[in-house]
């Protein structure tokens, strides 16, 4: 595998690990109910994990003298997760 193909690789999971933490860190906030606290600190707590990955391959990324993906819009372009699509979450 060249450099390039490389860079390319980690950026890919670099914006893996974001969409991952905004995610999280998304049901973190909305999720409601008695056990919801503890729930939610663990959540946030993996979100952490996560950013922490996607610093690790930023990173990793520069070493390679590339450049981590900077446009938000571009995570889900190059990300391989598909979409989530959610459906109604409260009632209105
Ligand atoms: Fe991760």
């Known amino acids: 595998m060249d450099i390039g193909e490389l860079v390319k ?3 890919t999971v670099y914006a893996e690990e974001w969409i991952a933490v905004y995610y999280y860190k998304w049901a973190a906030t909305v ?8 729930v939610a ?3 946030n707590k ?3 994990d996560e950013e922490e990955h996607a610093k690790e391959l ?4 520069i070493e390679l003298g590339g ?3 900077k446009d938000f819009e571009n995570l889900y372009k190059i990300a391989r997760c598909r979409k989530i699509v ?4 409260r009632a209105t």
């Not at 999720?31 to 503890?38: D, E, I, L, R, Y």
């Not at 930023?58 to 990324?61: M, N, S």
């Not at 959610?86 to 979450?89: M, V």
């Open 9 to 11: 690789e980690l950026n």
């Open 31 to 38: 999720m409601s109910g008695v056990n919801s606290p503890p």
């Open 41 to 43: 600190d663990l959540l």
């Open 46 to 48: 993996i979100a952490g």
């Open 58 to 61: 930023a990173d990793r990324i």
């Open 67 to 69: 450049e981590p993906e």
């Open 86 to 89: 959610f459906l109604k979450t």
